[in-house]
């Protein structure tokens, strides 16, 4: 048997407390009430802009707009299209609101947010890349190789394969080439 404890369990409103609190549970609620309030914005601008500009070439209300695909299409007494009406004014005015919707999210919310972040990263400075595993592993192929052949770009006092078998290299110290940190093994010097 074991002596471990057993997870403390959290109860249901701690956790469902947890989950409202959590950065982007309220960062969304804010959003869907900021977008809804914003629709209404976008609605009005195309009722009260976009529709009369539509208006001067046809009628104001887009929903309107509609084509005869088969048949005879004619309109009967309780305002209803007979035959296949194809209406793609309420599609041109949705288009045209999400376009309208999706231009004024860029130019008055993200691209200044982007100026924002980009002076804010000027002011802190260059950022240093810490390097990937490919190029420290480079690194470390370049400097062993560098060690054993005994090339001007190896470290003074690395030691290389002539080197004395005494001090930290003999005992397999940090600078000791590879061949004989594992005890005088297969040399691949040629």
Request: proline share 7%; charged share 20%.
């Amino acid at each position: 048997m074991s002596n471990e404890n057993p997870p403390e369990q959290k109860g249901i409103l701690a956790g469902f407390r947890e989950f409202l609190m959590r950065g982007n549970v309220v960062e969304l609620a804010v959003a869907v009430v900021v977008g809804t309030a914003f629709s209404k914005i976008v609605d009005a601008i195309v009722k009260g802009f976009i529709n009369p500009l539509v208006g001067a070439v046809g009628t104001q209300d887009l929903d309107k707009y509609n084509s005869c695909l088969k048949g005879p299409c004619s309109i009967n007494s309780s305002g209803e299209a007979k035959g296949v009406v194809l209406n793609w004014g309420p599609v041109l005015s949705a288009a045209l609101t999400f376009l309208i919707t999706a231009a004024v999210v860029y130019f008055l919310m993200i691209l200044p947010m982007n100026k924002y972040k980009e002076r804010q990263a000027a002011k802190a400075g260059p950022v240093e890349v810490p390097k990937t595993e490919i190029e420290l592993l480079t690194e470390i192929r370049d400097a062993l190789v560098g060690q054993r052949t005994g090339e001007a770009g190896a470290e003074p006092g690395s030691g290389s394969a002539s080197a004395p078998d005494s001090g930290p290299a003999a005992a397999g110290g940090p600078d000791t080439p590879v061949g004989r940190q594992r005890g005088g093994g297969v040399s691949t010097e040629k």
